[in-house]
């Protein structure tokens, strides 16, 4: 097996050639011409013929040239398509799947309570577990003022005026 060091440029060269004449062939081939008919043709009319200018925004003043010019373009109905895009374009009531919340902006310290929040939560049951230690501990040193307390709680209150 050779590699692409050991041929010579010229090699390379000749395979693109070949290459480029093959697919010539393949596609004469496929539209129905002779190869060897069309490669002839080619030299003849390479000799021949002059391209012809095409006009497209220039209207010629020799009639020769006139019949190269190409026919104004009609202006395209657009109506249709702009219909769609109007169409596409109305806005639908999106109230219901939008929520409020996504909306709005967070506030510059929304980070710190999310971190802080299991942190007061367990403060929180501390603090209560510790104001109802202290419950406990009055009501045990004063058993005697209890009943006096609740017969308070439960008197009725005088209605103040309020203006």
Same mark, same amino acid.
């Given at each position: 097996m050779t590699t692409e060091e050991d041929l010579p440029v010229g090699? =390379? !060269?000749d395979e693109a050639r070949k290459r480029k004449e093959r697919l010539k062939a393949l596609r004469q %081939? =496929?539209?129905? %011409?002779?190869? +060897?008919e069309d490669e002839e043709a080619n030299k003849s009319a390479v000799s021949n013929v002059l391209p012809r200018p095409a006009f497209r925004s220039y209207n010629p003043q020799?009639?020769? =040239?006139? !019949?190269?010019?190409?026919? %104004? +373009? $009609?202006p395209v109905n657009i109506e249709e398509q702009i219909s769609d895009t109007l169409e596409q374009g109305q806005v639908k009531t999106l109230l219901e799947d939008v929520e $409020?919340?996504?909306l709005a902006p967070r506030k510059p310290d929304w980070d710190l309570k999310r971190d802080v929040a299991p942190k007061l939560q367990k403060l929180e049951r501390r603090t209560q577990r510790a104001i109802a230690e202290l419950i406990l501990d009055r009501l045990k040193n004063n058993q005697d003022d =209890?009943? +006096?307390a609740v017969q308070l709680s439960n008197a009725p209150r005088p209605e103040e005026d309020v203006d």
């Open positions: 090699h =390379l !060269e %081939k =496929l539209q129905g %011409k002779d190869p +060897a020799d009639e020769q =040239l006139q !019949e190269s010019a190409r026919p %104004k +373009a $009609l $409020l919340t996504n =209890l009943a +006096a």
